[in-house]
């Protein structure tokens, strides 16, 4: 499936995805994150139950401290 | 009206939120006086000291001022028409309603990340109309080429969103100061372009 993901095109093999998923996939390790599916804040709480489908919109935003 | 006439009238009648007066928050403050913005609402719950003179709008004289009283000094000195509401306190879920909710875009400018969380979390679900402006990643020297902004919906992210060891990698007065006049520009472009398209 192909989703759009910190607004750039992504595939990944298969199906739909559970976003803990992809972000193991991809390497997001952070602690501090927001996540937005298609617009939608998803809880950390439901990364796992969470599924991504083709054409979705994921972001995946770290937040760093510091300011 | 000349552009500069029209931008200046705009931007008069407009109101920003500033959530913490630290390296990225008072320098924002500082871009968007001097930019003509007519009314900020700043809040910080912290005392200038030292450490902060590095990076931060304050001088050595302010050293254990509540940052918000000291920044209202600054602040006037550059334009004392400014109208400045100030809030000494930490924002919380129970004031950050009444603090922002007036507000036409709000500048997060926090230290630690788990504050940055919480506070885009509940800007998105209680206040989702008001654009959040944040700043993500300011460590460092050398980045600048890495600083970007990530946008999501209502939601700017502007840094260099790079995992650093503060220990290692100190905050420095030019990474600081670059995320924060990135922050005041986006706040910028949102009030002009979303009250003027021809601008």
Known sequence: ?67 | MTVKENISTLLAEKCVGIAGAGGLGSNVAAALVRSGVGHLVIADHDTVSRGNLDRQFYFSDQKGHPKVYALQENLQRINSATRLTLFYGRVTTGNARQLFSGCHVVVEAFDMAPEKEWFALWMTENLPHIPLVMGSGIAGWGLSEKIRVQRSGNLYICGHQLETNEKEVPLMAPGVGLVAMIQADIVLEILLIKNDPSL
């Open chain 1, 1 to 67: 499936m192909t989703i759009t993901l910190n607004n750039r095109k992504e595939t990944f093999h298969g199906g739909p995805m559970s976003i803990a998923r992809i972000m193991e996939e991809k390497s997001f390790h952070f602690k501090m994150l927001i996540v937005k599916l298609n617009g939608k804040i998803i809880s950390k709480e439901a990364f796992a139950s969470t599924l991504v489908n083709d054409g979705d919109r994921l972001d995946i935003i770290h937040l760093i401290s510091g300011g």
